[in-house]
């Protein structure tokens, strides 16, 4: 808006071709995000008190947690609507990834509204059903996949970019329909389950939607593109504007979800957030980048693929507890340790997948 605005007015104030360069836009839309979250924050907090929308603590899980009850939950929500406000204020809404990012954010994220709603308002402790979810998350994450390989450049859309490597050029045809399926769902669930200690999933999330910032705004970029040996996708540079706003949501939310938390993101937070990591992560084709920076959420994930298949196969468990923050807290770890310690290996993960840009 802010974007369409000043190319309508620069004929008579020339400062406002300053609007027009997508980095400037994406540190005032960090700015702006950190800004309404902030202000919101302590708003949105005494709604969910006064509503009584509460965490409810597993009787299974570590008693440490047991002083977590009651903490309001459903904090997503105000990280989404921050978010979708920026990327309506920042970026060139002429732009269909921006559209696509934001169709995304908001369909994740009523699914998982739908589960805490379900579990915190209706005190039904099963949520909603599995089969819904799963087949809720397909219908948005499918419908996504299908329309960027009908309507996007065939040429680039099916490629397979594997870091390291310049001179691979395979393309996967249909096959992008079921990896950018299991990219955007996976990612979903895998920040989901890292959502289980306070400001543990969202400092990587702001990390690694960072640096697919980076990514994005280079591959729309040609001389970069062409230099850095990425594909080049024209528009994509738009998305830089969302990963910003992304950033500066989650931060400002850090400010509140930090040790010890006044409020948790909940699923409709979590299931969004995840879902839009991967599908920027698609579109830019930098999949195999993304399962490196993102992997404190594929080890939290595995953790949980090895725990049940090991008790179902051979009768015992692998870890004191899975996801595997909760089997470093029974060891002894404080929780705050626990988070920090994540956070660094997650800061070193996205470094080396930064690093990859130079090193094809």
Same mark, same amino acid.
């Given at each position: 808006?802010?974007?369409?605005?000043?190319?309508?007015?620069? /004929?008579?104030?020339?400062?406002?071709?300053?609007?027009?360069?997508?980095?400037?836009?994406?540190?005032?839309?960090?700015?702006?995000?950190?800004?309404?979250?902030?202000?919101? /924050?302590?708003?949105?907090?005494?709604?969910?008190?006064?509503?009584?929308?509460?965490?409810?603590?597993?009787?299974?899980?570590?008693?440490?947690?047991?002083?977590?009850?009651?903490?309001?939950?459903?904090?997503?929500?105000?990280?989404?609507?921050?978010?979708?406000?920026?990327?309506?204020?920042?970026?060139?809404?002429?732009?269909?990834?921006?559209? !696509?990012?934001?169709?995304?954010?908001?369909?994740?994220?009523?699914?998982?509204?739908?589960?805490?709603?379900?579990?915190?308002?209706?005190?039904?402790?099963?949520?909603?059903?599995?089969?819904?979810?799963?087949?809720?998350?397909?219908?948005?994450?499918?419908?996504? #996949?299908?329309?960027?390989?009908?309507?996007?450049?065939?040429?680039?859309?099916?490629?397979?970019?594997?870091?390291?490597?310049?001179?691979?050029?395979?393309?996967?045809?249909?096959?992008?329909?079921?990896?950018?399926?299991?990219?955007?769902?996976?990612?979903?669930?895998? +920040?989901?389950?890292?959502?289980?200690?306070?400001?543990?999933?969202?400092?990587?999330?702001?990390?690694?939607?960072?640096?697919?910032?980076?990514?994005?705004?280079?591959?729309?970029?040609?001389?970069?593109?062409?230099?850095?040996?990425?594909?080049?996708?024209?528009?994509?540079?738009?998305?830089?504007?969302?990963?910003?706003?992304?950033?500066?949501?989650?931060?400002?939310?850090?400010?509140?979800?930090?040790?010890?938390?006044?409020?948790?993101?909940?699923?409709?937070?979590?299931?969004?957030?995840?879902?839009?990591?991967?599908?920027?992560?698609?579109?830019?084709?930098?999949?195999? #980048?993304?399962?490196?920076?993102?992997?404190?959420?594929?080890?939290?994930? +595995?953790?949980?693929?090895?725990?049940?298949?090991?008790?179902?196969?051979?009768?015992?468990?692998?870890?004191?507890?899975?996801?595997?923050?909760?089997?470093?807290? !029974?060891?002894?770890?404080?929780?705050?340790?626990?988070?920090?310690?994540?956070?660094?290996?997650?800061?070193?993960?996205?470094?080396?997948?930064?690093?990859?840009?130079? #090193?094809?």
């Amino acid at each position: 808006m802010i974007l369409w605005l000043a190319e309508l007015l620069e /004929g008579q104030f020339s400062w406002l071709n300053l609007f027009g360069y997508q980095t400037f836009r994406a540190i005032m839309a960090a700015l702006t995000a950190l800004f309404f979250s902030l202000l919101l /924050g302590p708003w949105f907090i005494r709604k969910l008190q006064i509503k009584q929308i509460g965490q409810q603590v597993r009787d299974f899980g570590p008693e440490s947690h047991l002083i977590k009850q009651g903490t309001p939950t459903m904090g997503g929500a105000m990280i989404l609507t921050v978010i979708i406000m920026t990327t309506l204020l920042w970026s060139n809404l002429t732009n269909e990834y921006v559209w !696509l990012c934001l169709y995304v954010l908001f369909g994740f994220g009523l699914v998982g509204w739908l589960d805490d709603y379900r579990k915190l308002v209706l005190k039904d402790s099963a949520g909603l059903a599995a089969r819904w979810k799963y087949l809720l998350q397909s219908l948005f994450g499918v419908t996504a #996949v299908v329309y960027l390989y009908c309507y996007g450049d065939d040429s680039i859309s099916t490629q397979l970019v594997l870091p390291l490597i310049s001179d691979f050029d395979w393309h996967l045809g249909w096959l992008t329909v079921p990896l950018g399926y299991f990219v955007i769902v996976g990612s979903s669930n895998a +920040v989901n389950l890292t959502d289980g200690l306070d400001g543990l999933a969202i400092m990587p999330t702001v990390l690694v939607g960072s640096a697919l910032g980076v990514f994005a705004y280079v591959s729309g970029h040609a001389q970069f593109s062409e230099y850095l040996l990425i594909p080049f996708i024209p528009g994509t540079g738009e998305m830089t504007i969302f990963c910003a706003a992304m950033a500066g949501a989650g931060l400002g939310f850090l400010w509140f979800n930090t040790y010890p938390a006044q409020v948790f993101m909940g699923d409709v937070g979590a299931l969004a957030l995840g879902a839009a990591l991967g599908l920027v992560a698609f579109i830019t084709r930098q999949e195999f #980048v993304f399962f490196v920076m993102g992997g404190v959420f594929v080890m939290e994930t +595995v953790s949980v693929i090895l725990q049940v298949a090991s008790f179902k196969l051979l009768g015992r468990r692998i870890f004191r507890m899975a996801p595997i923050h909760h089997h470093f807290e !029974l060891k002894g770890w404080a929780e705050p340790k626990v988070i920090v310690r994540f956070w660094i290996i997650s800061i070193i993960l996205v470094l080396v997948g930064l690093a990859s840009l130079k #090193v094809r």
